[in-house]
T-cell receptor, first 116, second 112 residues
């Protein structure tokens, strides 16, 4: 079974803190994604990565950055956390999107971040 | 017009009912269609995946895609309380690196 692991399930951080959300997948997937999910707004794509050291902005990249130094790990960074970044953050991975098998995207369990 | 529209619900049904969940979309370039189930405070899990138009069945679940109407459906037969969750539709184009576009999800409540 594919496993996408988000190391922190629940975090409480202060405004202005730098926050790291870590995600690891064990299926040698090329593509990885970070979403946030908010009531009434659904899933919104923050950043994604096609492969190691590659990154692309999603729909709402402002206030976030990412790092993909190893294929299995994709980190989301909040440089200076703000209260409007309180949300559930979901990491996902997918086999290379060039093949038909690349349509299946696997999600982690989510990280609940509260910024106070 | 939003790219993908999905009624947020909640949809409440008694156990054993047939459930119909739907999404409409505006982008005719979408070719791959998926349904995800998300339990409370968990990540979404893939239920069904369909390419282009047609039907696909998996146990109690049937996914339908009507590209001419830009309308997709998920049917759940003999619904169970364990089916209570939020159901998200998702779709993408046929280009290699296209990302998924999600509906906002429909909350389903199945009462015993």
């Amino acid at each position: 079974d594919v496993k996408v692991t988000q190391s922190s399930r629940y975090l409480v951080k202060r405004t202005g803190e730098k926050v790291f959300l870590e995600c690891v997948q064990d299926m040698d997937h090329e593509n990885m994604f970070w979403y946030r999910q908010d009531p009434g707004l659904g899933l919104r794509l923050i950043y994604f990565s096609y492969d190691v050291k590659m990154k692309e902005k999603g729909d709402i990249p402002e206030g976030y950055s990412v790092s993909r130094e190893k294929k299995e790990r994709f980190s989301l960074i909040l440089e200076s956390a703000s209260t409007n970044q309180t949300s559930m953050y979901l990491c996902a991975s997918r086999k290379d999107g060039l093949s038909n098998s690349g349509n299946t995207i696997y999600f982690g369990e989510g990280s609940w971040l509260t910024v106070v | 017009q939003k790219e993908v529209e999905q009624d947020p619900g909640p949809l409440s049904v008694p156990e054993g009912a047939i459930v119909s969940l739907n999404c409409t979309y505006s982008n005719s370039a979408f070719q791959y269609f998926m349904w995800y189930r998300q339990y409370s405070r968990k990540g979404p899990e893939l239920l069904m995946y369909t390419y282009s138009s047609g039907n696909k069945e998996d146990g109690r679940f049937t996914a339908q895609v009507d590209k001419s109407s830009k309308y997709i459906s998920l049917f759940i037969r003999d619904s169970q309380p364990s089916d209570s969750a939020t159901y998200l539709c998702a779709m993408r184009m046929n280009s290699g690196y296209s990302t998924l576009t999600f509906g906002k999800g429909t909350m389903l409540l199945v009462s015993p």
